[in-house]
């Protein structure tokens, strides 16, 4: 344990991982791309309930994979998203939410917005073009959630901690 915050995110299925990564690696700032695309279900735990954390994401890979569909594209005034809707992840998140209240940042308490960001950090301009050209193809798809992962948060880059891999 080094101290540093925990980030908590989905770990995206091999046939989504790849076409993710591209898009961000295409469309993020080079400069600022310091991690793959995510999705983040926390942002910022304590170092204090790693353990704690761990057992409890282990418990929900045993679970089947929870079903995901990317449903739009998000505008973020100065980047964009692609809209994740899971009913099974909002609820695993409601539940670590539960388990560890008290110990969230007001960015973890405020209601969930799943996504993923593809480009973030650019002129507004820039940000709507990319969302009109995405809009004129996108067609929402089912997307693959592999598992769930910790990291440490380094001050840009992070750190992989565990990843807990859906058996279902």
């Not at 279900?41 to 045993?62: I, K, N, T």
């Not at 940000?127 to 996108?138: G, I, K, S, Y």
């Amino acid at each position: 344990m080094s101290g540093a915050p925990i980030i908590v995110t989905a770990v995206f299925g091999d046939g989504d991982n790849g076409w993710l990564q591209e898009l961000r690696r295409k469309h993020y700032p080079p400069e600022l791309n310091r991690v793959p695309a995510h999705l983040t279900l926390f942002h910022h735990l304590p170092p204090g309930v790693e353990r704690e954390l761990s057992q409890r994401l282990a418990g929900f890979a045993a679970l089947p994979p929870p079903r995901a569909t990317l449903t739009g594209i998000l505008d973020l005034g100065r980047g964009t998203a692609l809209r994740v809707d899971s009913e099974a992840l909002e609820d695993m998140r409601a539940e670590l939410a539960e388990a560890l209240r008290g110990l969230l940042t007001p960015q973890d308490q405020a209601p969930w917005r799943p996504h993923i960001t593809i480009q973030n950090k650019v002129e507004p301009r820039e940000a709507r073009q990319l969302q009109q050209q995405l809009r004129a193809t996108f067609q929402p798809r089912p997307l693959a959630i592999r598992g769930l992962a910790s990291w440490c948060y380094l001050g840009g880059p992070w750190e992989p901690l565990k990843t807990h891999v859906f058996r279902g």
